[in-house]
């Protein structure tokens, strides 16, 4: 798998700068002759009060690059495999992320967004037909709208005052044509497009900004509001 420069920590939030062999370990095994390769990548975070690791394994062909080349070049490895056929994420198990199993999120919507993350790499199709679900409940709650067709839903938005902003109502939008059900001659039956994993990781992106910014974000930003007005209460009853 390719290394980023930088990466977020899927269990605590933290951003941190990759760096091969402090915080990212990476191996190729396998045998030039056999033309067989398996490379894992593990990513620890640095942040003290974490340092849980990310463990990454797939397979494939045996890199031409790396053919009469020493050991050591096999630990920076960096590339995704050529002929891959196997690719895993062994830690963290794919799901939704903790931190936003919050109180402010609701179990319905959680839920929807958890069985998005756990089914990509089972089927990209069925990930996006379950965030697809998962954004049209967080419209009805976030704005609450009476239920009808996402298509609507996302066009009511643009009718708001103060309006949404035009960049978050083509956000989903574009989760509503991904992947959706087409219509086929046959006795109208309905198929899910073609959807790839990298649209599906996209659309599954967006929906935890969205998570964020919407039911998270806003009650940090109130608990520390009253934190502050707590403070200044007691500092200004001090000086009286």
């Known amino acids: 798998m390719k290394i980023d420069q930088r990466r977020r920590c899927p269990y605590?939030?933290?951003?941190?700068?990759?760096?091969?062999?402090?915080?990212?370990?990476?191996?190729?095994?396998?045998?030039?002759?056999s033309n067989v390769a398996v490379h894992s990548v593990i990513f620890v975070c640095p942040h003290i009060e974490c340092a849980k690791a990310e463990v990454f394994v797939d397979a494939g062909t045996?890199?031409?690059?790396?053919?009469?080349?020493?050991?050591?070049?096999?630990?920076?490895f960096g590339y995704d495999l050529p002929g891959e056929y196997f690719k895993s994420r062994l830690l963290p198990a794919f799901g939704g992320k903790p931190e936003l199993q919050t109180a402010t999120v609701p179990d319905t919507i959680y839920r929807d967004y958890d069985e998005?993350?756990?089914?990509?790499?089972?089927?990209?199709?069925?990930?996006?037909t379950m965030a697809r679900r998962c954004a049209q409940k967080m419209i009805?709650?976030?704005?609450?709208?009476?239920?009808?067709?996402?298509?609507?839903?996302?066009?009511?938005?643009?009718?708001?005052?103060?309006?949404?902003q035009q960049e978050i109502i083509d956000a989903l939008d574009s989760i509503r044509r991904t992947g959706k059900f087409r219509a086929l001659?046959?006795?109208?039956?309905?198929v899910v497009s073609d959807v790839t994993p990298e649209a599906a990781r996209?659309?599954?992106?967006?929906?935890?900004?969205?998570?964020?910014?919407w039911f998270v974000a806003p009650e940090l930003h109130n608990e520390r509001i009253t934190a502050l007005q707590l403070i200044l209460n007691r500092k200004y009853s001090e000086e009286r």
């Open 116 to 128: 998005a993350c756990k089914l990509l790499p089972v089927s990209a199709s069925a990930s996006v």
């Open 202 to 213: 996209h659309v599954i992106d967006i929906i935890e900004i969205l998570l964020y910014d």
């Open 185 to 190: 001659p046959e006795d109208d039956v309905k």
């Open 62 to 76: 045996f890199p031409a690059a790396l053919r009469g080349r020493p050991e050591e070049d096999r630990q920076t």
């Open 12 to 33: 605590c939030g933290y951003t941190y700068r990759t760096e091969v062999g402090r915080n990212v370990f990476a191996h190729l095994l396998g045998d030039p002759g």
């Open 140 to 164: 009805r709650a976030k704005f609450r709208l009476k239920p009808g067709k996402l298509l609507n839903e996302i066009k009511t938005l643009g009718t708001f005052s103060p309006p949404i």
